[in-house]
């Protein structure tokens, strides 16, 4: 049994790697052309990937583009938590502030798809669960109880999205860093947090 593992890797690393081709494909030509007018032979031309290949994978382009966006969601929602970070933040939001500088264009796509609304959508899913986790593991909140901190969650994972939203509207955005402390400064001056951790 223990012979069979490499093969399962190796497949598992093809696959990541056909995943990543097929979903940098899609970003590069929705940042070139309006998303209705992509067709899934354009992403295989541009991905290099044969036709029977993506339909073994994705049932068209919406399901490859929202697959693409809960891969990096995942990704960047539990960063905290794999990184085993020692302070007391609950969102990486410097780091993905510092991402979305680089994906203006591609947000500016989204927008223009009508597509930013499913990525806060499912972004708000993805952060409160890893919100939710983050807070567990913190002294200053682990004893709060499961439905109050499953509230908190989504309420402060809310307020993230909404800060990261008006951030990416303006044009002279203040610096990640900056944004990062003024969001954790509201978390934890919040009454909500207060009453939650420190109750009468």
């Not at 790697?17 to 899609?26: F, K, P, Q």
């Amino acid at each position: 049994m223990s012979g069979k593992s490499p093969p399962t890797r190796k497949l598992d690393s093809r696959v990541k790697r056909t995943r990543n081709a097929l979903g940098a494909a899609l970003i590069a030509l929705m940042q070139e052309r309006p998303f209705q007018d992509i067709r899934v032979q354009d992403i295989l031309d541009r991905a290099e990937i044969g036709r029977s290949t993506f339909y073994a994978h994705y049932r068209d382009k919406d399901d490859l583009f929202l697959s693409d966006i809960e891969d990096f969601l995942e990704l960047m929602s539990n960063l905290l938590l794999r990184q085993n970070e020692a302070s007391n933040r609950i969102v990486p939001v410097r780091e993905l502030l510092n991402h979305f500088a680089q994906m203006r264009p591609l947000l500016t796509a989204l927008t223009e798809a009508d597509k930013l609304r499913d990525f806060l959508e499912l972004g708000h899913g993805y952060f409160a669960r890893a919100i939710d986790r983050r807070l567990a593991t913190l002294p200053e909140t682990g004893a709060i109880e499961p439905i109050e901190r499953a509230a908190l969650s989504q309420a402060f994972a809310g307020a993230f999205l909404s800060l990261a939203s008006w951030w990416m509207s303006q044009p002279f955005p203040a610096p990640p860093a900056e944004v990062d402390d003024l969001f954790h400064k509201m978390v934890w001056s919040g009454a909500l947090l207060q009453t939650a951790a420190h109750p009468k």
